[in-house]
């Protein structure tokens, strides 16, 4: 089963069949919000709305340990998460659709390991690669078959948020070589490798970081919200592709 994490758009696209919902419950608490069952291109898949139903949850309170272990439990084998971010490369313009390959964590202060003592045996991961590589080549593969033009690697800066970065700030994660900044991308990824949840980002650059662009001043979250009206059937639609060619192989090896 194929898991989504990101906004209420793409539950309410054309490519997600919503059959049922479900309220999760955690030993980690309970999920942002309920687990939405249904299908993409034929496929068996469950959604999950990052900040819960109304966007509740500010990025630093997210329950991300209930949230990945609620799709974990309920049989998802693999999961793609959908974030808007701010461009920081010169090609990360607004509406740009980019699959990172890495991810410097600037978070503080968030729940973000299963092994924290108690009686689970520490597990340090390997973290090397952060995203699951055929998991990212699948969705660039998707893309290319929609002459989907997206940007095939970079390195997603995830800062603690809720507010939004200041144009120093922006500088510093260029020089420390970031292309993109957001604010779910971790402990999200780490996670998802605790739990041996293949991971990938599909990240929509929602406008320009701060000092960058046309947020030279300020950044318009006006603009921000028309951009990602704009861009989620765009993302959907790679998800789906992908969930269909998944569908012929899974068929193919049975």
Same mark, same amino acid.
């Given at each position: 089963?194929?898991?989504?994490?990101?906004?209420?758009?793409?539950? %309410?696209?054309?490519?997600?069949?919503?059959?049922?919902?479900?309220?999760?419950?955690?030993?980690?608490?309970?999920?942002?919000?309920?687990?939405?069952?249904?299908?993409?291109?034929?496929?068996?898949?469950?959604?999950?709305?990052?900040?819960?139903? %109304?966007?509740?949850?500010?990025?630093?309170?997210?329950? $991300?340990?209930?949230?990945?272990?609620?799709?974990?439990?309920?049989?998802?084998?693999?999961?793609?998460?959908?974030?808007?971010?701010?461009?920081?490369?010169?090609?990360?313009?607004?509406? !740009?659709?980019?699959?990172?390959?890495?991810?410097?964590?600037?978070?503080?202060?968030?729940?973000?390991?299963?092994?924290?003592?108690?009686?689970?045996?520490?597990?340090?991961?390997?973290?090397?690669?952060?995203?699951?590589?055929? #998991?990212?080549?699948?969705?660039?593969?998707?893309?290319? *078959?929609?002459?989907?033009? !997206?940007?095939? *690697?970079?390195? $997603?800066?995830?800062?603690?948020?809720? *507010?939004?970065?200041?144009?120093?700030?922006?500088?510093?994660?260029?020089?420390?070589?970031?292309? #993109?900044?957001?604010?779910?991308?971790?402990? @999200?990824?780490? #996670?998802?490798? @605790?739990?041996?949840?293949?991971?990938?980002?599909?990240?929509? !650059?929602?406008?320009?970081?701060?000092?960058? %662009?046309?947020?030279?001043?300020?950044?318009?979250?006006?603009?921000?919200?028309?951009?990602?009206?704009?861009?989620?059937?765009?993302?959907?639609?790679?998800?789906?592709?992908?969930?269909?060619?998944?569908?012929?192989?899974?068929? @193919?090896?049975?």
């Amino acid at each position: 089963m194929l898991a989504v994490i990101g906004g209420s758009g793409v539950v %309410g696209s054309a490519v997600f069949e919503m059959k049922r919902r479900v309220v999760a419950r955690t030993p980690y608490g309970e999920a942002s919000g309920p687990l939405n069952f249904g299908e993409i291109s034929g496929r068996t898949a469950v959604f999950l709305a990052r900040h819960g139903p %109304g966007h509740i949850h500010p990025p630093h309170q997210v329950n $991300y340990r209930a949230n990945l272990w609620a799709l974990k439990e309920a049989g998802a084998r693999e999961v793609v998460s959908i974030a808007a971010v701010g461009g920081i490369d010169d090609d990360c313009a607004p509406g !740009v659709i980019a699959i990172p390959d890495q991810i410097i964590d600037y978070t503080s202060g968030r729940e973000h390991t299963y092994f924290d003592g108690g009686d689970r045996q520490v597990r340090h991961i390997d973290f090397t690669l952060p995203y699951h590589t055929a #998991l990212r080549d699948a969705l660039i593969a998707a893309a290319r *078959r929609l002459d989907e033009p !997206v940007i095939e *690697r970079g390195c $997603y800066a995830a800062t603690q948020g809720p *507010r939004l970065e200041t144009t120093a700030e922006i500088a510093r994660l260029a020089r420390d070589g970031a292309s #993109l900044v957001g604010m779910t991308g971790m402990p @999200e990824a780490a #996670l998802a490798r @605790e739990l041996e949840l293949p991971y990938a980002h599909l990240c929509v !650059v929602a406008n320009w970081a701060a000092g960058r %662009g046309d947020s030279t001043i300020a950044i318009s979250h006006d603009a921000i919200e028309q951009t990602m009206r704009e861009s989620v059937t765009r993302v959907a639609r790679i998800i789906a592709n992908y969930a269909a060619s998944r569908g012929e192989s899974l068929r @193919e090896t049975h």
